[in-house]
């Protein structure tokens, strides 16, 4: 599945799908990256803005990374000094600029296990030395789990080309074995949108540090 054109339909058709209030992980996140004294925030995957906007409101160097120009356009238009890249998570298209933190809000999940591993390994990269990740994902009591063929473990594809990754705490912990974790939990984030109306993801979360 080009998912380019995937998210370029989606913004189009359903505008700002998830509304302008940001979701309160990245309320959790910003205070701890307040106490942190981060300074500049990497948001992959960042949509229109609506998270990445509660970063820039809140003082930090904000810089957004979207797949989706119909996304883009959108987050210029609200919010015309929030930088964005156009790119695809797996590219990483920050061209050697360091960064003390990375906000990533439920886009782990929507990757197979080898780009997982690959995406998180550059964001370590992409990490000063001693900075902080705040992920999103959805935990194995989402109640979509094991809906749709099991490609590969707790990862079903309801449609075709469109894996879903379903997080215990142990396997997202696994997944950032190269980072001193922590903190993990759980969080239900609350949406509004599309057929299924009013909703309540039940997601994990794992704060940690670059060693």
């Known amino acids: 599945m080009d998912m380019e054109n995937y998210w370029d339909d989606r913004f189009s058709g359903e505008g700002k799908i998830w509304g302008d209030t940001p979701s309160r992980t990245a309320v959790y996140a910003r205070d701890l990256f307040i106490n942190d004294d981060v300074k500049s925030v990497l948001v992959p995957g960042a949509g229109y803005g609506r998270n990445a906007s509660l970063f820039y409101n809140s003082g ?5 990374i979207e797949i989706s120009k119909e996304a883009i356009n959108m987050g210029k ?3 015309p000094d929030l930088k964005f890249i156009h790119g695809s998570v797996l590219d ?3 061209y050697g600029v360091q960064y003390d933190a990375i906000y990533c809000f439920n886009v782990l999940h929507l990757l197979y296990r080898d780009d997982r591993m690959a995406f998180i390994r550059k964001c370590l990269d992409t990490l000063n030395d001693g900075g902080s990740v705040f992920f999103t ?6 109640g979509s789990y094991g809906k749709g063929a099991e490609i590969e473990p707790d990862t079903f594809e309801s449609k075709p080309g469109r ?3 379903y997080f215990t705490d142990d396997d997202l912990r696994s997944h950032f074995k190269d980072f001193r974790v922590l903190e993990t939990g759980v969080m239900e984030d609350h949406e509004d949108h599309g057929e299924e109306g009013p909703h309540t993801h ?3 979360y794992i704060y940690a540090k670059r060693s």
């Open 60 to 64: 930090f160097d904000v810089t957004c």
């Open 77 to 79: 238009e609200a919010s």
């Open 92 to 94: 990483m298209p920050c």
């Open 137 to 142: 994902v959805f935990s194995e009591k989402e």
């Open 163 to 165: 894996p879903v990754h």
């Open 202 to 204: 039940i997601l994990r």
